[in-house]
């Protein structure tokens, strides 16, 4: 959940004055280019994302946002004496390339900050090569907890690795049990087969999930793990179908979730499919096929970003801002992470005399924790672990062929 796409901060320092970084020479201090031009310090942002191949549409929205952040930041002249500039790489929803294009940003020391990946398993490749250089990454869409609370959180042995690591999405340890919840109290379904894709964010997810149903009284009749890329799940149908289950939850992303549905229910299998803010998109409609995607369910971050009154301004500027692709699932998240960086490199730019520091990075890195603002997303900040402090969650069914929402809360409310 890559082609271009990071947060970059170009930088220079001349006469304890910012100015603008073109041709010149760079020492070895965070974010100092020295350069004789005079003028506004460039700070490139930086963001991952998978900008092609079968995410791309998740990608590319969470690329969209992030540059009209961009854009509103610079139009506004929010930082005074810093011009901000996207600088985006695409990830292809690999871990590997997550991780080359960590390097590459940790490699040029102009870089501050970074905004993204999407997929959680991206994220674990990228978190260590970041939080060695002591830079900034915040993602808006990642919801494993253990990328935050460490890999003993549900034994409530919660554990922060890295210091750099924030994100504006909630979690998966709340997310999972909100689907049951729903699932088994409102949707009345209480037999359920649980299928995922082996992946960081899909098993973590069905974990979730099974843990609540099963404590709320609902019995797991059947489990599968399948790879997601072989598109052919007649078998794991076959057992749905024999199971006698009357929902399957899934933990995964949308190419393979909607040619599963579609099988599924081709298989004879009178079954809701569930799945998480991976679902939550008009593509696993048209991969399931209206017909067999019809009563489905996907939960997803936060609130519908249609009903915010703190949306509206990200909702008219997007559309004028001609952006081809939908804002998707993220968008909203993607804008309040950019502007997370954004926020944090004018607290330090204010808090130095108007100019950057020679351990800007680092500097960037406390501000993160410490910002505070009312984002698109609602109020935008984040707790001892870098999680957002936003906990809501709704459930999305489809109707008519489209995703409506028809319950937001948080877990156990």
Request: with cysteine; charged share 25%.
């Amino acid at each position: 959940m890559r082609n271009r796409s990071m947060l970059i901060l170009t930088t220079a320092v001349t006469a304890g004055a910012l100015t603008l970084t073109a041709c010149g020479s760079r020492d070895d201090k965070d974010g100092a280019a020295k350069d004789g031009d005079g003028g506004n310090v460039t700070v490139t942002i930086g963001l991952d994302a998978p900008l092609t191949g079968e995410l791309s549409a998740l990608g590319l929205g969470i690329k969209n946002s992030a540059d009209l952040a961009v854009k509103t930041a610079n139009k506004k002249s929010y930082v005074k004496g810093v011009t901000f500039k996207l600088e985006s790489l695409d990830d292809q929803a690999q871990p590997s390339a997550g991780q080359q294009n960590a390097t590459k940003f940790v490699a040029d020391k102009t870089v501050l900050g970074v905004v993204g990946p999407l997929n959680s398993g991206v994220a674990e490749a990228m978190q260590k090569v970041f939080d060695d250089a002591k830079l900034a990454q915040v993602s808006p869409a990642n919801t494993n907890p253990a990328l935050s609370q460490g890999v003993n959180w549900a034994s409530g042995d919660k554990k922060r690795g890295y210091k750099s690591y924030f994100r504006t999405a909630t979690t998966d340890a709340i997310q999972g049990p909100f689907a049951a919840q729903y699932v088994f109290n409102e949707a009345k379904k209480t037999k359920a087969f649980i299928i995922d894709d082996k992946k960081t964010y899909g098993a973590g997810l069905a974990g979730t999930f099974k843990g609540e149903f099963e404590k709320l009284g609902g019995k797991v009749l059947g489990t599968e793990h399948i790879n997601p890329d072989t598109k052919d799940f007649s078998a794991v149908a076959t057992k749905v179908k024999s199971s006698g289950a009357d929902v399957v939850y899934y933990g995964g992303e949308y190419p393979a979730a909607g040619p599963l549905a579609k099988q599924i229910k081709e298989a004879g299998a009178k079954v809701v499919v569930v799945g998480g803010d991976a679902l939550f998109s008009p593509e696993y409609v048209k991969l399931a096929g209206a017909t067999a995607a019809e009563g489905d369910f996907a939960t997803s971050v936060g609130a519908p970003i249609e009903s915010l009154a703190s949306a509206k301004d990200f909702l008219a500027d997007y559309k004028t801002g001609g952006y081809k692709e939908a804002y998707e699932a993220y968008g909203g998240y993607s804008y309040d992470s950019t502007w997370a960086i954004i926020e944090a490199v004018k607290k330090v730019v204010d808090g130095n005399g108007g100019k950057l520091p020679d351990d800007a990075r680092a500097k960037v890195v406390e501000a993160v924790q410490g910002v505070s603002f009312e984002g698109v997303s609602g109020k935008v900040s984040f707790d001892e672990f870098g999680d957002t402090t936003n906990k809501q969650l709704t459930v999305y069914k489809v109707e008519g062929g489209a995703f409506k929402p028809v319950k937001s809360g948080t877990f156990g409310g």
